[in-house]
């Protein structure tokens, strides 16, 4: 029997998780939700399944998100994940040795890397190998890493911002800051209840982001209004309300300022030579929240830096671990911190 080895490379994140194998690109994007059965504590779904079986069977199965701001919250939840999506990398192969690379947070700690380690071994992997997300997306994103010219990546995840400087294949300069897409959804949610007293769940919320958000006033904005529907603060009723996306904005400038500080400070920490080449080269947005509207625009007009979204930003990080796969290097050892080669 012919013995198969499947190299698959996983973009654990803290709203998506998605899967590439060797050779045949994304295969997988599944929300990072397990649905978790409270009496027996056993996994019931995985993936967009847990996700549609939330709301529907209240109270008996709860949601558990895997991953809080990049970093494994839930161990035994995690092992449960990573262990359907390794199986759906390995369709096809006769065997199970799967090699398997995991995108870790620029920065993460020993204790953190390890456990995102061990997780993949008990869910199968054979060997594991791990890799700073910032650089997968910048070896996604086809920028120069090798090379001694300065890179920026900003990822904007949901639960993190990451922004890195890349240099001759190596991080030089990072920061990340908890504010991201979920900060973002916080922050139209709380709008919404001290102006309009209405409460609006966490979906609606992101719902509202990705149709009328907008990070920068944008051309022919009026008229760009969302009716939504929710809970009344003041009798417990459900109403309606129509928010405009100039309310949207508004309700987005605190969270969208911290995350312009961050690349602020980062490149304000850079060494002089890379922040020239960032100067003049420009930042790569990665990442879901690079599609919000308007985000390049304001980063460019209060940093004064060129910004550029990447072509494919939300895959960002997992075709960089698809090209790190082709490279066909050897995962021989668990390092500490990732090795670049
Ligand atoms: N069109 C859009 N406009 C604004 N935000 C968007 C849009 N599409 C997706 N997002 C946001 O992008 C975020 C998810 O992005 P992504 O899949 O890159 O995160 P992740 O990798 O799971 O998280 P992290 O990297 O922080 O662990 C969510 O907050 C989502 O609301
Ligand atoms: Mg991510």
Same mark, same amino acid.
């Given at each position: 029997?012919?013995?198969?080895?499947?190299?698959?490379?996983?973009?654990?994140?803290?709203?998506?998780?998605?899967?590439?194998?060797?050779?045949?690109?994304?295969?997988?994007?599944?929300?990072?939700?397990?649905?978790?059965?409270?009496?027996?504590?056993?996994?019931?779904?995985?993936?967009?399944?847990?996700?549609?079986?939330?709301?529907?069977?209240?109270?008996?199965?709860?949601?558990?998100?895997?991953?809080?701001?990049?970093?494994?919250?839930?161990?035994?939840?995690?092992?449960?994940?990573?262990?359907?999506?390794?199986?759906?990398?390995?369709?096809?192969?006769?065997?199970?040795?799967?090699?398997?690379?995991?995108?870790?947070?620029?920065?993460?700690?020993?204790?953190?890397?390890?456990?995102?380690?061990?997780?993949?071994?008990?869910?199968?992997?054979?060997?594991?190998?791990?890799?700073?997300?910032?650089?997968?997306?910048?070896?996604?994103?086809?920028?120069?890493?090798?090379?001694?010219?300065?890179?920026?990546?900003?990822?904007?995840?949901?639960?993190?911002?990451?922004?890195?400087?890349?240099?001759?294949?190596?991080?030089?300069?990072?920061?990340?800051?908890?504010?991201?897409?979920?900060?973002?959804?916080?922050?139209?949610?709380?709008?919404?209840?001290?102006?309009?007293?209405?409460?609006?769940?966490?979906?609606?919320?992101?719902?509202?982001?990705?149709?009328?958000?907008?990070?920068?006033?944008? !051309?022919?904005? =009026?008229?760009?209004?969302?009716?939504?529907? &929710?809970?009344? #603060? %003041?009798? /417990?009723?459900? +109403?309606?309300? *129509?928010?405009?996306?100039?309310?949207?904005?508004?309700?987005?400038?605190?969270?969208?300022?911290?995350?312009?500080?961050?690349?602020?400070?980062?490149?304000?920490?850079?060494?002089?030579?890379?922040?020239? !080449?960032?100067? =003049?080269?420009?930042?790569?947005?990665?990442? &879901?929240?690079? #599609? %919000?509207? /308007?985000?390049? +625009?304001?980063? *460019?007009?209060?940093?004064?830096?060129?910004?550029?979204?990447?072509?494919?930003?939300?895959?960002?990080?997992?075709?960089?671990?698809?090209?790190?796969?082709?490279?066909?290097?050897?995962?021989?050892?668990?390092?500490?911190?990732?090795?670049?080669?």
């Amino acid at each position: 029997m012919q013995i198969m080895s499947r190299d698959i490379g996983i973009d654990m994140g803290t709203t998506n998780t998605r899967v590439c194998v060797k050779s045949k690109g994304l295969v997988t994007k599944e929300p990072s939700v397990v649905a978790v059965e409270v009496k027996t504590d056993t996994v019931r779904a995985v993936g967009e399944e847990a996700k549609e079986m939330i709301g529907r069977t209240p109270g008996s199965i709860v949601a558990v998100k895997p991953l809080k701001n990049g970093v494994i919250a839930d161990f035994d939840v995690t092992v449960a994940m990573l262990k359907k999506l390794i199986r759906s990398g390995m369709r096809g192969s006769l065997v199970s040795r799967s090699r398997v690379l995991l995108s870790v947070p620029a920065g993460v700690t020993e204790v953190e890397s390890r456990a995102v380690f061990d997780a993949a071994r008990q869910a199968g992997a054979r060997t594991v190998d791990i890799i700073e997300a910032s650089m997968a997306a910048a070896i996604g994103a086809d920028l120069p890493v090798w090379d001694s010219v300065g890179s920026m990546v900003v990822d904007l995840g949901g639960g993190t911002t990451e922004v890195a400087v890349i240099s001759l294949g190596d991080i030089v300069t990072f920061s990340s800051t908890r504010t991201a897409g979920d900060s973002l959804d916080e922050a139209i949610t709380s709008y919404i209840r001290k102006k309009h007293n209405l409460l609006i769940g966490e979906i609606t919320a992101e719902n509202i982001k990705t149709t009328i958000g907008s990070a920068y006033e944008l !051309d022919n904005e =009026d008229g760009n209004v969302i009716e939504i529907r &929710g809970r009344n #603060l %003041l009798d /417990g009723l459900p +109403k309606n309300v *129509t928010i405009t996306a100039t309310e949207i904005r508004e309700a987005l400038s605190e969270p969208i300022s911290v995350i312009v500080e961050t690349i602020r400070s980062t490149l304000e920490k850079t060494p002089p030579e890379l922040a020239a !080449d960032i100067i =003049d080269r420009g930042i790569l947005l990665t990442g &879901g929240g690079a #599609l %919000l509207p /308007g985000m390049d +625009k304001i980063i *460019t007009d209060r940093v004064s830096v060129p910004v550029m979204v990447a072509e494919d930003p939300c895959n960002c990080v997992a075709l960089g671990l698809e090209k790190r796969l082709e490279l066909d290097l050897p995962f021989d050892s668990y390092q500490n911190r990732p090795k670049y080669y």
